[in-house]
Structures are given as C-alpha cells and as structure tokens.
T-cell receptor
Framework: QKEVEQNSGPLSVPEGAIASLNCTYS??????FFWYRQYSGKSPELIMS????GDKEDGRFTAQLNKASQYVSLLIRDSQPSDSATYLC??????????FGTGTRLKVLA | SQTIHQWPATLVQPVGSPLSLECTVE??????LYWYRQAAGRGLQLLFY??????ISSEVPQNLSASRPQDRQFILSSKKLLLSDSGFYLC??????????FGPGTRLTVT
C-alpha cells in the first residue's frame, strides 16, 4: 500500500517564525510532490509543486525534496496568522493517481 | 484561466434517497477529472477519476457511481444514499503530471 505520512499536529508557531512541515512517502517510484493549504471548511489549494531533489522557493514558501530519504518538507517563513490552516502533502508516481497525507494543522499565534 | 465549478454547495438528503453532484471545468480541454470525499477531520479519499469522455476508473467499491458525459463535465451519483456517505465531496482537475486544482466542494449530510 502506497502511503504518505504527516504529523497531524497542531503545530503551533509564533507570528514571524519559520513553520516547518514534514511529509514522508513509501513509494520510491514517486515523481511529483505537492503541498496544498486547506482552510477550515474550504477546499484544498495547491501552493507548491516540486519534482527534483533540492529546494524550490516561491515567496515565503520553500519546498524541500530528498528522494533518497523519501522526505518532502514545506517551510513557511515569516509566518502570519493567515497561514493557520491544514497543510496536505500529496505524491504522484507518474500515473493519474495522487496519494494524499492526512494533513498537518498549523496554528500561527499572534 | 481555468475555473472549476461544483454544485450544490450544501445538501441534506435522507437515507435511501438518490444523489447527483455535478462538476464542470472551464478554460481547458481534455482535463483529468477526479472525485474525492473528505470525512470530517480525515484525509482525502479518491473515489473516481477520468482521463477522457466515458472513461471512468473506480477506486472504492461502494454505492456511488460517476459519469463523464462531456469533456469538461463530471457527475457523481448514487441511487440510494447511506449514512456513511456524508462528507465533503470535492471535484478536481489536473493537467497530466501536474498538481490538482479543486472545486469549492459540496458538503453532504445524510440524515
């Protein structure tokens, strides 16, 4: 069974700090990796995609991928209360199917 | 730009009643389409996906079915709802190999 694991949280960080969200996956053949943000009662929103080892930066967000360790992370710099949400990690193995983790709830404290 | 629509936004249905949820995508052609269900406080469960008109792959054997009568239209149906069908139903589309873009969702309560 292909799996994506995330700590459910909540992860609490003070405003202005760096939030670090982690995800591990079981399928070594995974090729594409995604982070989604889901506010309470809303649908998930794609915020980052990463396809190769290393870091990818987009504004305050940095995605990090380490295929050897089967590990992908999301860093949020200068965290704001508006970043409080559940963050979902998803993995695609080159097929039409995506495997989602259950999400990490982030709380940014003002 | 691409837009994905879902309706209705909320629905309360009695056990044993039928269901029809509709999803349409604008601004793209031949998208990969997906139906997910999210139970309260849980992860996303893939129900169906489609890579073309009339092509449906089912991930979970249950009392739900899906159809794709047009390129950018995806319909989720049930003949008789169960209490366990309650949840947040999400339609999504994706270009091949890219991330997914979700519609606003339908919150279904079966009573």
């Amino acid at each position: 069974q292909k799996e994506v694991e995330q700590n459910s949280g909540p992860l609490s960080v003070p405003e202005g700090a760096i939030a670090s969200l982690n995800c591990t996956y079981s399928d070594r053949g995974s090729q594409s990796f995604f982070w989604y943000r889901q506010y309470s009662g809303k649908s998930p929103e794609l915020i980052m995609s990463i396809y190769s080892n290393g870091d990818k930066e987009d504004g305050r967000f940095t995605a990090q991928l380490n295929k050897a360790s089967q590990y992908v992370s999301l860093l949020i710099r200068d965290s704001q209360p508006s970043d409080s949400a559940t963050y979902l990690c998803a993995v695609n193995g080159g097929t039409y199917k995506y495997i989602f983790g259950t999400g990490t709830r982030l709380k940014v404290l003002a | 730009s691409q837009t994905i629509h879902q309706w209705p936004a909320t629905l309360v249905q009695p056990v044993g009643s039928p269901l029809s949820l509709e999803c349409t995508v604008e601004g793209t052609s031949n998208p990969n389409l997906y139906w997910y269900r999210q139970a309260a406080g849980r992860g996303l469960q893939l129900l169906f996906y489609s890579v073309g008109i009339g092509q449906i792959s089912s991930e979970v054997p249950q009392n739900l079915s899906a159809s794709r009568p047009q390129d950018r239209q995806f319909i989720l149906s049930s003949k008789k709802l169960l209490l366990s069908d309650s949840g947040f139903y999400l339609c999504a589309w994706s270009p091949t190999g890219s991330g997914q873009y979700f519609g606003p969702g339908t919150r279904l309560t079966v009573t």
